[in-house]
């Protein structure tokens, strides 16, 4: 059912900001923890997939910033969209913003593509440990490569084929400024109207849907593959490791699991709910920036998975807490006895001090 036309969505907007900010804050705390825990709190060495570990919470941190600073939003309206910014942070111009709009989306990009690229690691790693020489030395640039490569893929398509023109300005002023109170003219972004006014389909601006949906087809069938293919042949492959290999690799392929399941719910759906819905041409007007918001949890909730799943890390951050616990017990037992031998001193000097008055 269609919204009143007179509601404002502006408190949308409020409540996506304070979801980024949440969404910051736990993506930087659980995934520094997860970059200390890997490089400093694990003993067991993972290999090459140390790199991955690593880089990928780095990525979610960059992408959490990012948000953090732009705090994109975007409105569904019948046939068309408009993905914008209507902050100038440090007093950058429209452009510019534009541009790291763009930007923004392209690491967005690079995540769902490093997403895939964990699930080939975890997939030879079991069934053809040769290839895992791509993740090794300067080969590891392959992957950042591939990562990076459909990142500017999806900042491009969306940058060019999205740019706001006169017709998708006239189509959407009107609901803009009753919504948001907001002039389009006026906002840094880009937008999509899949038809023009008899009805035909305007390919310029639906080249950005399709590039959009060849990246996720993409990667999603790459991380379908590998997860069934390691679902089916696991246990036959595993029966060859020792014990500790074989409960290592199953810990693993539980955290991608839930790695398919948690990315296609904060990730995969939300975008291909806003850039589908045009193509209906439904009379409908949503805030579908809310959904932008779960962009930043997904960092923070791909952390929290690695380390709950995978027990050396369970068994790392117990270690580190005892140490912890037992300076913080040592640090407060020594101000006590100071404080102790301090008070006898004292009490000791009071009768030579009263014998002198």
Same mark, same amino acid.
């Given at each position: 059912?269609?919204?009143?036309? *007179? /509601?404002? !969505?502006?408190?949308?907007?409020?409540?996506? /900001?304070?979801?980024?900010?949440?969404?910051? &804050? *736990?993506?930087?705390?659980?995934?520094?923890?997860?970059?200390?825990?890997?490089?400093?709190?694990?003993?067991? @060495?993972?290999?090459?997939?140390?790199?991955?570990?690593?880089?990928?919470?780095?990525?979610?941190? &960059?992408?959490?910033?990012?948000?953090?600073?732009?705090?994109?939003?975007?409105?569904?309206?019948?046939?068309?969209?408009? &993905? +914008?910014?209507?902050?100038?942070?440090?007093?950058?111009?429209?452009?510019?913003?534009?541009?790291?709009?763009?930007?923004?989306?392209?690491?967005?990009?690079?995540?769902?593509?490093?997403?895939?690229?964990?699930?080939?690691?975890?997939f030879w790693a079991i069934f053809d440990e040769?290839?895992?020489?791509?993740?090794?030395?300067?080969?590891?640039?392959?992957?950042?490569?591939?990562?990076?490569?459909?990142?500017?893929?999806?900042?491009?398509?969306? !940058?060019?084929? =999205?740019?706001?023109? /006169? +017709? *998708?300005? *006239?189509?959407?002023?009107?609901?803009?400024?009753?919504?948001?109170?907001? =002039?389009?003219?006026?906002?840094?972004?880009?937008?999509?109207?899949? !038809?023009?006014?008899?009805?035909?389909?305007?390919?310029?601006?639906?080249?950005?849907?399709?590039?959009?949906?060849?990246?996720?087809?993409?990667?999603?069938?790459?991380?379908?593959?590998?997860?069934?293919?390691? !679902?089916?042949?696991?246990?036959?492959?595993?029966?060859?490791?020792?014990?500790?290999?074989?409960?290592?690799?199953?810990?693993?392929?539980?955290?991608?699991?839930?790695?398919?399941?948690?990315?296609?719910?904060?990730?995969?759906?939300?975008?291909?709910?806003i850039i589908y819905l045009p193509l209906l =041409?439904? /009379?409908?007007?949503?805030?579908?920036?809310? &959904?932008?918001?779960?962009?930043?949890?997904?960092?923070?909730?791909?952390?929290?998975?690695?380390?709950?799943?995978?027990?050396?890390?369970?068994?790392?951050?117990? @270690?580190?807490?005892?140490?912890?616990?037992?300076?913080?017990?040592?640090?407060?037992?020594?101000?006590?006895?100071?404080?102790?031998?301090?008070?006898?001193?004292?009490?000791? @000097?009071?009768?030579?001090?009263? @014998?002198?008055?």
């Open positions: 059912m269609a919204a009143e036309p *007179s /509601e404002s !969505y502006v408190r949308y907007v409020k409540h996506a /900001e304070s979801v980024a900010q949440v969404g910051f &804050f *736990s993506t930087t705390l659980f995934c520094f923890t997860l970059i200390f825990l890997t490089l400093f709190g694990v003993k067991r @060495n993972f290999g090459s997939y140390t790199y991955l570990l690593v880089l990928f919470p780095v990525v979610g941190i &960059f992408f959490a910033t990012i948000e953090l600073i732009l705090y994109p939003n975007v409105y569904s309206h019948n046939a068309g969209y408009v &993905f +914008y910014s209507s902050s100038r942070p440090f007093k950058m111009e429209k452009e510019v913003v534009t541009w790291f709009l763009a930007f923004y989306t392209g690491v967005y990009a690079s995540t769902i593509s490093m997403l895939s690229v964990q699930f080939l690691y975890r040769t290839k895992l020489r791509f993740f090794k030395g300067w080969r590891f640039l392959i992957c950042i490569m591939y990562s990076v490569f459909f990142g500017i893929q999806w900042a491009l398509g969306i !940058y060019y084929f =999205d740019a706001i023109d /006169e +017709y *998708s300005k *006239s189509y959407l002023k009107e609901e803009m400024l009753k919504r948001y109170d907001t =002039d389009i003219a006026e906002i840094s972004g880009m937008t999509l109207v899949a !038809y023009d006014e008899n009805g035909y389909v305007r390919w310029f601006n639906v080249s950005c849907t399709l590039n959009m949906t060849l990246i996720m087809l993409i990667q999603y069938t790459v991380i379908i593959y590998c997860a069934v293919f390691m !679902y089916r042949g696991m246990e036959e492959k595993l029966r060859m490791l020792s014990f500790s290999l074989r409960s290592l690799h199953k810990q693993f392929f539980k955290t991608l699991i839930l790695q398919i399941v948690t990315p296609t719910i904060t990730l995969f759906s939300p975008v291909m709910l =041409d439904l /009379e409908t007007d949503l805030p579908t920036g809310i &959904f932008l918001c779960a962009f930043t949890l997904y960092p923070a909730m791909d952390a929290l998975i690695v380390m709950y799943i995978v027990r050396d890390y369970r068994r790392a951050a117990r @270690n580190i807490l005892k140490k912890f616990l037992e300076q913080l017990h040592s640090w407060l037992s020594t101000d006590k006895d100071y404080a102790v031998s301090q008070t006898k001193s004292i009490a000791a @000097n009071i009768p030579a001090a009263m @014998n002198n008055l």
